[in-house]
């Protein structure tokens, strides 16, 4: 069932929204409703734009009513003053736009936080103004009449009917490449980075670049309505374009719920009626609508679209089939950690050789400080290839920091670091990925939202290729690689035992299910070192030990393992090598009931007042 | 008039304005510290105190001292009443959630103050006539004076506010570390109360003191309350000094502008200069970068 | 004085306390020790009412405080030194001190609050000449001083201790076991979390271990300190005996 919900639904929902479009005009004669339907069409096309930015890039916009102004000033300016073709008209107002995007995107979205809104904000009252005052060009306040309608040759768009066919093309259109970069890389790419955008950057997606992109993408959606406005109308005034409507437009994609493009299109279709419909209400029109905001946004945050969506994701994942598949995986998983005991059983704890093959890392004279404290001092060790290794010590000790140094997340480290036969220094996290090194993370960093499978398929974000025009337009290759990558993905799954779940989202995950989802996204890279952040945080003692299963099952392909993990139970049973550190620097090295025997570690961990 | 006493004119007329944006950007300011958002329902607070003013004073005909203090105490009853039916029964802490509740707010006030008081331009009288005393050879308004003095008024009480009182510094240690706050016995959600309360009071005293030298309409506060999130911006989101800094730079720089190169796009100055503190230093002139709030 | 009954908590949808019991007698140190992820900041945070998903009860003197909020535990005299010390930055070294006395604040003189500052003052002599200055400009050791004189004046019947010694240098983790040593001198009553076993068994008079949210030894402090359970709680279970 889940299944269908995912491949199945977006088709058709489309042939539905198709028949819908067909239909409405045969349906009704009234003008007037033709009318509305074709402002909330273009309304639609600007919504849908704006809900990629907000929904997926995680960025608010205030000045998209600005971008629709620029996009039916230029249109109604150039083909009355200049007397320029419509069509080259409408392709000169999407490039300006694209341009003006651009420039206030570029400084604004290289940084943390709701920068964008503010200088979207400030833009958008400037244009406004310059629409006003400027009026030897624009008309003034009292706006720009007589703008042509649009034509092909002798045919032309004149009547609300035609208007109505042109404009919910353009929407059904819009809708379709939306859905279409939303389901591909960079769509689940920008959804990752609205979940965690650390992890993200880890997978190697460019964060910044995409935001930009985004935002430019959805400029040029408002910019293509604002010049069928112009057309349609014939008539355009500042008014229409001032910051209140950009608070609308980001009103109807907040309501309908950010990241659902059906869930927008709803909220479209609401908040622009709904001026109509409270037209009774005369004067009280805007209290209303004001207080109809606010209780939507007290008890429906997420939007009413994603309500519904959630409601109906959290159902499939509470009955549906996957009943009788988790049964089938569960058996499967506690069979194959029986199988790892049982073996644990016959071989003892013979460690594995270690220091016989080459290290696959090898760390020396590493030193951090931050502001004065020493994290890391001087330390040097080796991590053996094809073996488990643990990094222990009390708290504080230094154990995450070294693994931020290693997956090159700090690089102001002093000291020297090779992976293999390569030295790492200056190398960042999707560099590191790159070269083979995945990792987990302490805080569990999933992509909430987001189905389990896609989860991992950003896993592969790095190695693979498609881009924004690949997946707008699903260019050649677009398909073969997206299959590539689910196919994997499901490889992986199958290796966690977590199949069964793939098409859910992460966040119904059990918390022992979300450690191995993370651990399935680092190896979906076929790395030949993962790093695992304490993987057994938090767990019972059943799913510790799947945990510990799966990562000796991991061992057994011949990957190595490095794990900072505070269960000593799991630690000492399946580590071949366990390094330990103590403020900083590395006090003890060795097997783990050299370990246990140490007296220095023992000191450590138990502390005492000297 | 000479071009010394014509600048003198444009700055004096510049810390005016940048008085009032001052004030407002405070108010900005006080409702991120404690909340991390950005309350747009602020511009509305601003309306508030003017038109409550011209109710007081000349519908009820009630003393000027009298009708200040009863305006600055209604809105600062109506930004609680903000906090406490809008933001604190919110089911998500998102800030993008919470901003835009605060959106909503707006629009249902500005609706509520249309339906009462009516879409006319009105107008308050100065405080204490309107003849013009002479400065430095520039012609200042009495009502400017006041202006003046009362914002230095307003600031230094809040200074001694937030640096003497108990409940002033228990409102600064909740903005730094709320949990931490909470187990010192402070109830953080009555502070955040005392946050929207005071940013209401700020906007009122703003609203009352301009309007004078403006007109009054239900909407006064839009374009007043923007530039002065725009002077919160430029100070430094965040930063009370910054703030006050931000809105008298805001307003100087305006004056200047519309005196200097031209009026028409006076109101595209203050604008003009948010996106470029964006684009060029976006932590404002006093900011602390990244603040530890999100 | 303290009595925990039964306390289960959950932390992100696991079960971060499992049925935990404990109890805490007036005039005694109790320190519950355990390693990292055991479950005992969250135990503190239950306690002290800011930690919101939990079941069981929790009785203070004799009074059921389970449903009581964060300040009313406060008012009632369970103060909390939160572990990494959770200072006010930005407020001065004397305004923290004054932040721990909010609640008493209205009843008390501002001559008398500064007195009590001046007391907190000579307790820690390393705070001396930095009333004014801002707590995020001290060292480690110094916040650390600045946190338990905060907690010291909410004037606690019980104060409860979360991990004092985390992170500083040897010679601090001294100066902090002193300070605890003196607090119970003074007959106050502490509940101590700490990750250094010998170091808080060595001025406790009982003990818990909290091992994976569960209780798994508890008696005296010296018994304790000679149980070979304590060294399997942080080092694991011995690989041999397997």
């Known amino acids: 069932m889940a299944q269908e919900l995912h491949s199945k639904r977006a088709p058709v929902s489309l042939i539905g929204l198709a028949a819908a479009i067909v239909l409405f005009p045969v349906l009704t004669q009234n003008p007037y409703y033709l009318n509305v339907a074709n402002i909330i069409g273009l309304n639609t096309i600007v ?65 943390h936080g709701h920068y964008l809104v503010m200088a979207t904000l400030g833009f958008n009252l400037i244009i406004n103004i310059i629409m006003v005052q400027w009026d030897s060009v624009t008309g003034g306040p009292s706006g720009f009449p007589g703008i042509p309608n649009l034509s092909v040759g002798q045919w032309s768009f004149d009547s609300d009917r035609k208007m109505y066919y042109l404009i919910w093309g353009v929407v059904f259109v819009a809708i379709v490449l939306a859905l279409n970069l939303v389901r591909s ?29 985004i935002f430019v993408l959805s400029a040029i959606y408002a910019s293509l309505a604002g010049s069928l406005y112009a057309h349609y109308l014939t008539f355009i005034s500042p008014k229409t374009f001032d910051i209140f409507f950009s608070v609308e437009l980001v009103t109807m994609v907040i309501v309908g719920g950010m990241g659902s493009i059906w869930g927008v299109l709803f909220g479209t279709i609401f908040l622009t009626s709904l001026p109509n419909v409270l037209h009774f209400f005369d004067e009280y029109k805007d209290i209303i609508y004001g207080l109809i905001l606010v209780l939507i946004l007290i008890f429906m945050p997420q939007g009413v679209g994603v309500a519904i969506r959630e409601k109906w994701w959290k159902r499939g994942a509470s009955e549906g089939p996957a009943d009788a598949a988790r049964g089938l995986v569960a058996s499967g998983r506690s069979e194959s950690a029986s199988v790892e005991r049982a073996k644990d059983g016959a071989a003892g704890v013979a460690p594995l050789a270690v220091g016989d093959s080459k290290p696959i890392l ?35 000790a230094g154990k995450t920091t070294m693994i931020n140094v290693i997956s090159g997340i700090h690089r102001r480290h002093r000291g020297r670091l090779f992976f293999g036969e390569t030295e790492t220094r200056g190398l960042n996290p999707h560099q590191m990925a790159k070269m083979g090194m995945a990792r987990t993370f302490q805080n569990v960093e999933l992509f909430d939202h987001m189905t389990v499978l896609e989860n991992v398929m950003v896993g592969m974000h790095a190695g693979t290729r498609n881009e924004f025009l690949h997946s707008l337009f699903r260019l050649p290759g677009f398909t073969r690689e997206e299959r590539l990558i689910e196919g994997r993905a499901w490889e992986v799954l199958a290796f966690v035992g977590l199949a069964s779940k793939g098409l859910f989202p992460a966040f119904g995950l059990s918390f022992g299910e979300q450690k191995r989802l993370e651990i399935a996204r680092a190896l979906v890279t076929a790395p030949r070192l993962v790093l695992l952040d304490e993987p057994v945080a938090g767990l019972n003692m059943t799913e510790s030990l799947e945990i510990a299963g799966l990562i000796k099952k991991i061992r057994s392909q011949g990957i190595s393992v490095l794990l900072v993990e505070h269960d000593m139970n799991v630690v000492m049973k399946i580590s071949d090598k366990i390094i330990v550190l103590n403020f900083g620097t590395k006090i003890a090295e060795g097997q783990p009931e050299e370990i246990q025997r140490n007296e220095q570690v023992l000191s450590a961990y138990l502390g005492g007042v000297a | 008039m000479s071009s010394e006493t014509q600048l003198a004119q444009f700055i004096i007329s510049g810390i005016t304005t940048g008085s009032i944006y001052a004030l407002i950007a405070l108010g900005f300011c006080i409702i991120h510290n404690a909340t991390g958002i950005v309350n747009f329902a602020q511009v509305d607070f601003v309306s508030l105190g003017g038109l409550m003013m011209y109710t007081l004073l000349l519908s009820l005909g009630l003393p000027l001292i009298l009708s200040f203090a009863l305006a600055v105490l209604t809105v600062t009853a109506v930004g609680a009443l903000v906090e406490r039916l809008a933001i604190r029964p919110a089911r998500s802490r998102a800030v993008i959630v919470l901003i835009f509740i605060t959106i909503g707010a707006s629009i249902f006030m500005r609706g509520g103050f249309k339906v009462l008081w009516g879409k006319n331009q009105m107008a308050l009288p100065h405080f204490s006539g309107e003849s013009p005393l002479v400065i430095l050879g520039a012609a200042v308004l009495p009502q400017s004076l006041w202006i003046l003095f009362i914002t230095l008024a307003v600031v230094g009480l809040l200074h001694f506010f937030f640096s003497r009182t108990r409940i002033g510094k228990a409102i600064r240690a909740t903005s730094y570390n709320p949990r931490a706050a909470a187990l010192m016995g402070v109830n953080v959600n009555r502070m955040i109360l005392f946050s929207f309360a005071l940013s209401g009071a700020l906007g009122a005293v703003a609203g009352i003191i301009i309007v004078p030298i403006t007109t009054l309409s239900y909407e006064i506060g839009v374009m007043l309350g923007l530039k002065g999130f725009a002077a919160a911006v430029l100070g430094g989101y965040g930063n009370s000094i910054g703030a006050v800094i931000g809105g008298l730079l805001l307003g100087v720089l305006e004056s200047l502008g519309a005196g200097l190169i031209s009026s028409t796009y006076k109101d595209v100055m203050a604008f003009a200069i948010l996106v470029t503190v964006l684009f060029v230093k976006p932590s404002g002139l006093l900011g602390y970068g990244d603040s530890e709030r999100r | 004085m303290l009595e925990v009954r039964n306390l289960k908590a959950y932390y992100r949808g696991n079960q971060a306390l499992k049925d935990v019991s404990l109890e805490v007698n007036q005039g005694e140190i109790v320190c519950l020790i355990g390693a990292n992820g055991a479950g005992k900041s969250t135990l503190l945070n239950c306690i002290s009412g800011v930690h919101e998903d939990q079941a069981g009860q929790i009785l203070f003197e004799g009074a059921d405080i389970t449903l009581a909020t964060a300040q009313a535990r406060v008012k009632m005299g369970i103060v909390q030194v939160p572990e990494n010390r959770q200072l006010f930055g930005p407020l001065t070294v004397e305004e923290n001190l004054e932040m721990g006395a909010y609640l008493r604040a209205r009843r008390i003189s501002s001559a008398e609050l500064n007195r009590e500052i001046q007391g907190i003052m000579e307790r820690f002599p390393a705070l001396k000449s930095r009333g004014r200055q801002r707590a995020h400009s001290l060292s480690g050791g110094e916040q650390q001083m600045v946190a338990m004189g905060r907690g010291l004046m909410s004037n606690p019947r019980l104060l409860l201790l979360d991990e004092p010694s985390l992170g500083l240098a040897p010679i601090l983790v001294r100066e902090v076991f002193r300070t605890v040593e003196e607090l119970r001198n003074e007959a106050r009553t502490i509940l101590l979390v700490e990750q250094n076993a010998l170091g808080a068994l060595a001025i406790s008079q009982r003990a818990y271990v909290l091992e994976t949210g569960r209780v798994t030894l508890s008696g005296s402090a010296r018994d304790l300190a000679e149980n070979d359970g304590v060294r399997r709680a942080f080092l694991g279970h011995d690989v041999l005996a397997q």
Request: charged content about 10%; aromatic content about 6%; overall charge positive.
């Open chain 1, 185 to 213: 890389r960079p769509g689940r790419a920008l959804r990752a980075l609205h979940g965690s955008e650390l992890a993200a950057g880890c997978f190697g997606v460019d964060t910044k670049s995409y935001k930009v992109k």
């Open chain 1, 362 to 396: 090898r760390i020396r004279n590493v030193s951090l400080n931050f502001g004065g404290l020493m994290a890391l001092a001087d330390v040097s060790c080796d991590i053996p290839d094809g073996a488990i290794t643990a990094l222990i010590g009390p708290n504080g």
């Open chain 1, 47 to 111: 919504v849908v734009g704006l809900n990629l930015l907000i929904g997926y890039a995680g960025q608010i916009s205030l000045g998209h009513a600005a971008f629709y102004g620029l996009g039916a000033y230029i249109s109604g300016v150039l083909t009355v003053t200049y007397n320029v073709s419509p069509w080259i008209a409408l392709l000169s107002a999407v490039c300006v736009t694209a341009l003006l995007a651009m420039l206030i995107g570029i400084p604004t979205l290289k940084l």
